[in-house]
């Protein structure tokens, strides 16, 4: 895939996200071309959508006396550093080969619900062996460490994907189901998922889908899919200060 259709979930005004002063535009961000993002919307979306989030972002920029500093988030981040660095009985490059893998075969252009549910059990499988990757840094050389921060990221990259082809139950331009053949008028909306600290498997209905969403919660809201300034309003609203960003996960293009 060239593309993953989704991203970052933004406001389409000012491309702000659920992070106060983060902005995101471009391939990042998720919701701007729907079922089909072709190569030659890049042109428009930078100049227009670029353009946005550049002005939002010194208009933020120019109205901060100064930058607060949270010693407990520095903490945190250092500990999400530190845990990884020790040596482990798994190498970070097979890993992401075998992700790479397990998305071409089990959600690739065309999918089903079997394959998907097998998909997401092989990704949990490669998510348990990330405290056993053998990662060694010196002062010349970090790439253990920043490929398991790929990896790490690549993994709910990949879970956001699978569970959001799962709820969409129908085909619609590059999402295609061998099992929903059918475009149905019901399903436009965007999948958006989001985590917290807690291990709920619900979305916002409370309904069980079946498989396992341990890995932290995903929370799936449904969101008008016409990107204007009262469209994106979530039927379960998330409030900012406390929310992680985004990530509105459709299929690869």
């Known amino acids: 895939a060239h593309y993953s259709m989704g991203g970052i979930f933004v406001n389409p005004e000012n491309l702000s996200t659920s992070v106060e002063g983060l902005f995101a535009v471009g ?13 030659g919307n890049s042109l428009a979306e930078i100049i227009i959508f670029g ?12 109205n901060i006396d100064q930058q607060m500093r949270s010693n407990k988030a520095i903490a945190i981040a250092h500990e999400n550093i530190n845990k990884f660095i020790k ?9 992401q080969n075998e992700l790479r893998l397990i998305m ?10 079997t394959l998907l549910l097998e998909g997401l059990s092989k990704i949990e499988r490669i998510k348990s062996k990330l405290s056993d990757i053998d990662v060694r840094i010196d002062q ?14 690549s993994l709910f990259s990949a879970k956001s994907t699978i569970v959001s082809a799962l709820q969409r139950n129908e085909s619609r331009g590059a999402h295609q189901r061998s099992d929903f053949p059918l475009l149905d008028p019901l399903f436009q909306f965007n999948c958006v998922v989001s985590m917290d600290d807690d291990n709920n498997s619900d979305d916002e209905h409370g309904h069980s889908h079946g498989y396992d969403l341990s890995m932290t919660r995903y929370q799936l809201l449904s969101f008008c899919s016409r990107m204007t300034s009262k469209a994106c309003v979530p039927i379960d609203p998330v409030e900012p200060s406390t929310a992680t960003p985004l990530v509105g996960a459709s299929n690869s293009g």
């Not at 040596?87 to 890993?95: A, F, K, Q, S």
Request: charged fraction near 25%.
């Open 140 to 153: 010349y050389n970090c790439e253990d460490l920043a490929l398991i921060f790929d990896l790490q990221s």
């Open 27 to 39: 391939e990042v961000a998720g919701g701007l071309h729907g079922a089909n993002r072709l190569g």
């Open 87 to 95: 040596n482990g009985n798994e190498l970070v490059r097979p890993l």
């Open 51 to 62: 353009r946005r989030a550049g002005i939002a972002a010194s208009k933020y920029s120019r």
């Open 104 to 113: 071409w075969k089990y959600c690739g252009v065309i999918k089903n619900e």
